[in-house]
């Protein structure tokens, strides 16, 4: 750091130490100078690099990087990937093994049931898997399974899976290389052993070797342009279908059943994120031949006023009718060789048009980040650049931004969500996102991702990745109390929803985003999207307690549920609602940023970003330093640094009844020697090594117990226990005790 003398202009390091030149300046007398002398004063070595004489002022230097080390705010842990079985972080009896033993998942009305139990509606919370973390030996195929049932995951996502699987000979990648596969196939069975489903996509990143699309015999093709070429080229198309077959195909030696018939499989997407307005002009190839395309389409249509840009209404069109008849192709291919599982698409982004699209699907499926990296130097490697800023101040945009573009007549899946590290509130992305999307009653989430490579899995002393719970102790710590919060439903879904309504796509142009006004009522409300050709409002839910007009296709009769102007130059959509009665005056306070969910169990506080979930079980304070927060059961004083609180039930039993209860208090963690640009810490140069390094905290915790006696102790990161916590009673039998 700079000192009063002395401003940092230059930083290194060796292996051992963190090293740097200072700049000094030193006034002299006005007159002759023969030389000059530098004396110690006795307290310190110097190393005197350069000195030089000026009539200026010493120009204003950058601010130094900044380095996170070990010492008063920051403190060495060990991060065990591993858990103790039994103990306080075990989650995996909460798992109902095998998967499948019920039939495969079907739909029933806008939810998810398994066929041999249609009365129960089914959640699913998981993880994805990346690259090589899927292709392990068996040894370690065990060891992951475990790891992730001791998570509470019952789902995983395969995910980058296909570039490994494929065989990568002749010139073609549509045929399975026959190692990987037996490594997949092998996690797959230990999985659902365990009680854990699985859903992915068909196409991902397989690479596209040269010569495999004839159109381009020159070129070998990456995942963005080859998902174009999918929706104009058959040759792209039929090998697309080589490779799906293959793999839906295929026999597991170990479930001994084909992946197409496997009852664990919930679900696949045919194309990772092929929206199809993202991708048409991904390379030059892909746009001159979509722009050809067009060309002709606006001949055959009578058109001539119109151009290649997503604003363009006939553009999008053309855009739409392209993708349908693809993606229709893909179903009858699927569908044909067998594959019952429930199907879906265009997993991105929340374009309006994009909800009329949805609608051929089984389910919707979506992806969010929050604090997703940028990359200032190259793609995918560091420096990396973030917000800092907590989802909290922004109205916990994510997951609310998603809200609006499930149909609410179909069941609806975030196969990607993550807060994104080094963003030092990304604890809360798991309580905001399962809590919210119970509010919302959405059917299944998957945190990205658990590792993009097996040496993630494997070893300690990969710290890196923005995304990856395996280098991530404190959004791994946090992952537990977002299972509990969506998986165990009691946090109720809202007891009103609101319907946006569109009769078509006719019109309608890409560039068309839902009202940020809807995503604050999703804090408060269900909300999602109904499409009602010739306006006929079936599937309209029961507690619909009024209709959003987006401002085009709106159904010219609704009966006599209420109707209020929700385009996306909307500004009042909630006080309009509250004047209107709809809403009660205490679920919006827009004078202080206050949003409380009309289940009565979540509270929003923007301004002042605190956070608040109780259910009879789990209840979860988010705090600032120096802020008090109450629930019903937990109260927490957080003294230093902003902390996620949470206190949970371990044996079923309400949390003033239970006999072992889980308590969490999360700060960040980073490894050490991680380094940042400067003080602001908004771009990140190095990923640093360990040990991790936690940040500090202080609180003190009550737990109204009323007189019930307890035990507390300290545990790892792998829940052993390592130290017993004193605790002393207040006078209404309290329980009262420092966290630290």
């Not at 990648?173 to 990987?180: C, D, G, I, K």
């Not at 604090?371 to 130097?377: I, K």
Request: proline share 6%; net charge positive; hydrophobic share 35%.
């Amino acid at each position: 750091a700079s000192r009063h003398n002395g401003d940092v202009v230059w930083t290194g390091e060796n292996q051992s130490s963190f090293v740097g030149l200072y700049r000094s300046v030193f006034p002299v007398e006005k007159k002759p100078l023969k030389r000059i002398e530098f004396q110690s004063n006795g307290r310190s070595v110097w190393g005197i690099a350069a000195a030089s004489l000026s009539n200026d002022l010493a120009p204003q230097q950058l601010q130094p990087p900044v380095y996170i080390t070990a010492g008063k705010n920051w403190r060495p842990i060990v991060y065990h990937k591993d858990f103790e079985k039994g103990s306080v972080l075990d989650f995996s009896n909460r798992l109902d093994a095998p998967a499948g033993k019920y039939g495969p998942i079907v739909v029933k009305g806008n939810k998810l049931v398994f066929r041999d139990r249609p009365d129960v509606t089914v959640r699913f919370y998981g993880t994805n898997l990346c690259y090589s973390s899927q292709y392990l030996t068996k040894e370690w195929a065990e060891r992951l399974a475990d790891r992730l049932a001791a998570q509470g995951y019952n789902a995983v996502r395969f995910h980058h899976h296909d570039d490994d699987l494929a065989l990568h000979q002749n010139g073609r990648s549509t045929e399975l290389n026959p190692v990987m596969l037996d490594r997949l196939d092998y996690l797959m069975a230990c999985l659902k052993k365990r009680g854990i489903y699985y859903t992915t996509d068909l196409y991902v990143s397989r690479k596209i070797e040269k010569g495999e699309i004839p159109e381009f015999p020159d070129h070998t093709f990456t995942n963005r342009t080859f998902k174009s070429m999918v929706f104009v080229l058959d040759s792209a198309m039929n090998n697309w279908k080589s490779f799906s077959q293959n793999w839906l195909c295929h026999v597991n030696p170990y479930t001994r059943v084909a992946l197409k018939d496997d009852p664990a499989l919930i679900s696949l997407s045919m194309i990772n994120e092929d929206n199809i307005a993202s991708c048409w002009n991904s390379s030059p190839e892909s746009t001159r031949l979509y722009q050809r395309r067009f060309e002709q389409w606006k001949k055959e249509n009578g058109i001539r006023d119109s151009s290649a840009d997503l604003a363009d209404v006939y553009f999008s069109q053309f855009l739409t009718e392209v993708y349908d008849r693809g993606y229709q192709e893909m179903k009858r291919f699927v569908r044909g060789l067998g594959v019952k599982a429930i199907l879906s698409d265009q997993n991105m982004l929340h374009q309006e048009l994009l909800a009329v699209m949805r609608n051929q699907y089984d389910y919707v499926d979506n992806h969010f980040y929050w604090a997703h990296p940028g990359f200032p130097e190259g793609r995918w490697r560091l420096p990396s650049t973030a917000t800092t800023q907590s989802a909290l101040s922004a109205e916990a945009r994510c997951p609310a931004n998603i809200a609006p573009t499930r149909l609410l007549d179909k069941p609806m899946m975030i196969t990607e969500f993550d807060f994104a590290k080094p963003n030092p509130f990304r604890a809360e992305g798991a309580i905001l996102t399962g809590a919210y999307g119970a509010l919302q009653d959405w059917d299944a989430l998957f945190q990205f991702a658990y590792a993009h490579n097996r040496t993630r899995i494997m070893r300690s002393h990969d710290v890196a990745g923005h995304f990856d719970t395996s280098t991530d102790p404190v959004k791994a710590l946090a992952q537990r109390i977002g299972v509990r919060l969506f998986l165990d439903r009691e946090v109720k879904p809202a007891p009103i929803s609101f319907a946006a309504v569109l009769t078509s796509g006719k019109g309608m142009n890409f560039t068309r985003e839902y009202s940020r006004e809807i995503n604050r009522l999703a804090l408060i409300a269900r909300v999602g999207t109904l499409i009602a050709p010739a306006g006929k409002l079936a599937g309209l839910p029961d507690d619909t307690a009024g209709l959003l007009n987006l401002g085009c296709n709106f159904p010219s009769e609704t009966g006599s549920r209420p109707v209020f102007p929700a385009a996306t130059s909307e500004k009042k959509l909630l006080t309009t609602m509250t004047a209107a009665g709809i809403l009660k005056p205490e679920w919006y306070d827009p004078e202080h940023g206050i949003f409380r969910a009309s289940n009565g169990q979540i509270t929003l506080d923007s301004r002042r970003q605190t956070f608040q979930v109780t259910t009879p079980s789990c209840e979860v304070l988010i705090l600032p330093a120096e802020t008090r927060g109450s629930a019903h059961f937990l109260k927490a004083s957080n003294r230093i640094g902003r902390a996620v609180f949470a206190v949970m039930s371990l044996d079923g039993k309400p949390l003033k009844d239970s006999d072992r209860l889980a308590l969490f208090h999360l700060t960040d963690t980073l490894p050490s020697r991680v380094k940042f640009r400067n003080s602001r810490m908004i771009q990140m140069d190095q990923w640093g090594t360990t040990p991790y390094l936690a940040a500090r905290g202080e609180a003190e915790i009550e737990l109204a117990t009323t007189g019930r006696n307890y035990t507390l102790y300290a545990v790892n990161t792998a829940g052993k226990r390592v130290l017993k916590v004193p605790v002393k009673y207040t006078p209404d039998h309290s329980l009262s005790f420092p966290v630290q």
